[in-house]
């Protein structure tokens, strides 16, 4: 299996917090960059942040000050934290390495925010 899986997603409303992971399948991911990427409605996924296997952090800028992207090494998971959810951050979250595979992506997890 080289799927990522994600999960953590739900329903919110505006101003509300998530927190998203997603685990590997196995070690190696460990090395890569990874990142969290949401699909919109016309189905593009644009990438949302990124964080280097040194823990560097990068973020689109219509997230910043309300996300956070960390990795857990010995978990071999990715999270990406939400706060202040809008409902423009509605969508299908999903992660990756950067840039993506097209064999390593998983279901996505989906995030519905009201108000």
């Known amino acids: 299996q080289v799927q990522l899986v994600e999960s953590g997603g739900g329903s919110v409303q505006a101003g509300g917090s998530l927190t998203l992971s997603c685990v590997a399948p196995?070690?190696?991911?460990?090395?890569?960059?990874m990142g969290w990427f949401r699909q919109g409605p016309g189905g593009q996924r644009d990438l949302v942040a990124g964080?280097?296997?040194?823990?560097?952090?990068t973020y689109a800028d219509f997230v910043k000050g309300r996300f956070i992207i960390s990795r857990d090494h010995g978990k071999d998971t990715v999270y990406l934290r939400m706060n202040n959810l809008q409902p423009d951050d509605a969508g299908v979250y999903y992660c990756?390495?950067?840039?993506?595979?097209?064999?390593?992506w998983g279901q996505g997890t989906q995030v519905t925010v009201s108000g």
């Open positions: 990756n390495k950067i840039p993506p595979h097209p064999q390593y």
């Open positions: 196995a070690s190696r991911y460990r090395i890569y960059t």
């Open positions: 964080i280097t296997a040194g823990f560097n952090t």
